[in-house]
């Protein structure tokens, strides 16, 4: 058993934690990772209130250690939806993509409900934020990751952030993990665990469709593109720091770097781009998935991911510590 500062704070077995991957991470995902050691959160990225009474109602169900996770500025956008996820009484709120002002405020909202606070970080800028701001654990998320992220990559990023903290909280290590050899990676680092996205969202508890991981499952790292058009069609205003990682296709070939034009078509072209989406049409949908495409090659249960990924950290954790002569 691996133990850390993260699996010591919120009481999970393992320091594995699934991304809170909106409209992928549903409540039996999040069920699955937790019931299996890990920390599973369910993604309510874009606030939509059916979506939380569902999986966020039943991931309070199963009980255990789980948590949600928020897009800050999303949630700014509609009033009440915020009250409704804490309503739940979540053990852990999952904290990405805000403003510093909007950090300090869903930060100490969230303290104040009694959760342990996560609060995703892309630089050593933000994690200083986020730190003064109460957060409880900090997830550093590298440039390797799928969907939205920014430029610095995982390697430099976590020791970077790890100086920012002085070991007051818990840091986890985000993009560019899928097995134990980037969680084992990750601790040699000083990180205290990994949060994995793209290989729970090829697992049999996904959310994901059909097409989205036989999409993923057979695609490559370097079919990967980094793209705005998905938020531009969908009117989402993300800043434009953040670029979102996909598996190529039609729609990313004949849109990306034209977003003002898209922009100004969007009236016309979202209707068709929706249409396709809701017929599984992976030559227009997103198929958001981050660099270690590469190392996902099929669809396995999400709990068998969760123990495979920690026996084979501790497999190299003592194969290394045998290395060391006196």
């Known amino acids: 058993m691996i133990s850390t500062k993260l699996t010591e704070l919120l009481g999970i077995e393992h320091p594995v934690i699934s ?21 599973g959160l369910v993604g309510v990225s874009y606030g939509d209130p059916a979506f939380i009474d569902e999986h966020v109602g039943q991931a309070a169900q199963a009980g255990g250690v789980w948590g949600v996770g928020c897009v800050m500025f999303t949630f700014d956008e509609r009033p009440g939806l915020w009250d409704k996820v804490l309503g739940y009484a979540p053990p852990v709120v999952a904290l990405s993509f805000g403003d510093p002002d909007q950090v300090r405020r869903y930060v100490a909202s969230a303290a104040e409900s009694g959760a342990h606070v996560v609060v995703q970080v892309h630089d050593p800028e933000q994690a200083a934020v986020a730190l003064q701001a109460g957060a409880s654990v900090l997830v550093a998320q590298g440039a390797e990751a799928g969907g939205h992220h920014k430029t610095q990559a995982t390697l430099p990023l976590i020791p970077a952030v790890l100086d920012i903290t ?62 705005r058009a998905f938020d531009v069609v969908r009117g989402i205003p993300w800043d434009e720091v953040y670029q979102a990682r996909s598996v190529s296709n039609d729609f990313t070939r004949t849109w990306t770097g034209r977003d003002a034009e898209l922009a100004a078509r969007r009236a016309e072209i979202e209707p ?25 090659h099929d669809i396995r249960p999400a709990g068998s991911v969760v123990r495979e990924t920690v026996a084979e950290a501790e497999s190299i954790l003592r194969g290394l510590a045998g290395r060391i002569t006196p």
């Not at 809170?20 to 920390?39: I, Y």
């Not at 068709?272 to 996902?296: M, N």
Request: charged letters at 20%; zero cysteines; aromatic letters at 4%.
């Open 19 to 39: 991304a809170p991957m909106g409209s992928v991470s549903g409540g039996r995902l999040t069920t699955a990772v937790t019931r299996a050691g890990g920390l």
């Open 166 to 227: 002085q070991g007051v909280v818990p840091v986890v290590a985000a993009g560019g993990f899928a097995d134990g050899r980037g969680l084992a990676a990750a601790l040699a680092l000083g990180a205290d665990g990994v949060m994995m996205g793209t290989r729970f969202a090829v697992t049999e508890e996904s959310l994901g469709t059909p097409g989205f991981k036989s999409s993923l499952v057979s695609g490559a790292t370097a079919d990967l593109v980094d793209t």
């Open 272 to 296: 068709e781009w929706a249409a396709a989406v809701a017929r599984d049409d992976t030559s227009r949908r997103a198929l958001f998935a981050g660099e270690v495409l590469d190392l996902v």
